[in-house]
């Protein structure tokens, strides 16, 4: 599975009701990984283990069950005091406090000179999950968000993408997006994807959480390759995003925030797109793109849901 975080962490748990997770590999999203009070944080990663683990916040979606705060809390004290100019203790991002342990662990690895392939495998077994979960690369690739305009202090400016979607709730709307380091990185997975049986694009956003993975050397070559075992799920139902900003970036980058569009962006790299009953009238646009179309219920609203979508997804491809 290619994959960003919550879309395709909920998929991810309805497949292993059906396979042996020890079957599947999820190639994951790194380029909203940030770095704040000196630690590495891997969002998509971590939403994708701790879901797996059943240690998942449902509510949130991301970070941990039975969370608490103290020291975010405790950076409170500092908020006066930090200088003008310095990023010292910021309060934008919360990290809870268990939280902050999987942070600690991947920093420390990470300086100790493991890779984050390496790292990422060893909280996933401590988390006890048995899904394979790969960066889609060890080097360090950035997504870059330039924001057309939103108050004055940013208008114009390139943000990073948590800036834009934790900072600014991603409200601002969004002119270009880029991949700093995407022309260098190495796809961890080459080999995963084509030796695999079956190759899903989850119902992730196509731009900011496929698009890094896409934009790496090889990747769009590969899944060309075995264009007929590729299978994506739409994020997009009705015209909406169920979560995240995905609908107006496909807007404001000029595509359309529609099946039909997701089917436009991926249809040279992918046989099949699965979208829910809702957008069921707009199979045959889909067909023009020269996809297959599937037509169920995509929407993850609770295990069983995501279970039989996941069945029908296997259904379809294998
Ligand atoms: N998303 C938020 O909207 N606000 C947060 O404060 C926040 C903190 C956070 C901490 C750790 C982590 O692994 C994820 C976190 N997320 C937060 C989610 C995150 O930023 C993801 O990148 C998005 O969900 C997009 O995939």
Redesign the pocket.
């Known amino acids: 599975m290619l994959s960003?975080?919550?879309g395709a962490a909920k998929f991810l748990s309805g497949l292993v009701q059906l396979v042996d997770p020890q079957s599947v590999t999820a190639i994951v999203n790194t380029a909203?990984d940030t770095i704040l009070h000196g630690l590495n944080?891997s969002?998509?990663i971590?939403?994708l283990t701790y879901t797996l683990a059943g240690a998942i916040d449902t509510k949130r979606?991301?970070?941990l069950r039975d969370e608490t705060w103290r020291a975010m809390n405790s950076l409170l004290r500092f908020e006066n005091i930090r200088p003008v100019g310095s990023l010292a203790a910021p309060t934008w991002?919360?990290?809870g406090d268990a939280?902050l342990a999987t942070h600690f662990y991947r920093t420390a690895r990470l300086q100790e000179g493991a890779t984050l392939t390496q790292v990422t495998d060893e909280i996933r077994r401590a988390f006890d999950v048995q899904v394979r979960i790969i960066p889609m690369c060890d080097q360090t690739v950035s997504t870059e968000i330039t924001v057309a305009s939103c108050d004055a202090s940013v208008s114009g400016q390139t943000i990073s993408f948590?800036e834009y979607?934790?900072r600014h709730q991603h409200s601002v709307p969004v002119q270009s997006v880029g991949f700093r380091g995407s022309e260098t990185a190495i796809f961890g997975a080459l080999d995963e994807l084509r030796a695999s049986d079956a190759i899903v694009i989850a119902p992730s956003n196509p731009i900011v959480?496929i698009g890094p993975l896409r934009a790496l050397a090889g990747v769009d070559e590969a899944l060309t390759a075995r264009r007929e075992k590729v299978i994506a799920v739409s994020p997009i139902i009705a015209g909406a995003a169920l979560k995240?900003p995905a609908d107006r970036m496909l807007r404001e980058l000029g595509h359309e925030a529609s099946v039909v569009g997701i089917a436009r962006l991926y249809s040279s790299v992918c046989a099949t797109l699965v979208i829910d009953h809702a957008d069921k009238d707009r199979r045959s646009e889909i067909e023009a793109t020269g996809m297959h179309c599937v037509v169920t219920n995509t929407v993850m609203s609770d295990p069983i849901a995501a279970r039989n979508l996941a069945q029908v997804v296997i259904e379809s491809v294998m």
Do not use: E, M
Request: glycine share 24%.
């Open positions: 960003g975080g919550v909203d944080i969002p998509d971590d939403t979606g991301w970070g991002f919360n990290l939280d948590q979607f934790v959480s995240g």
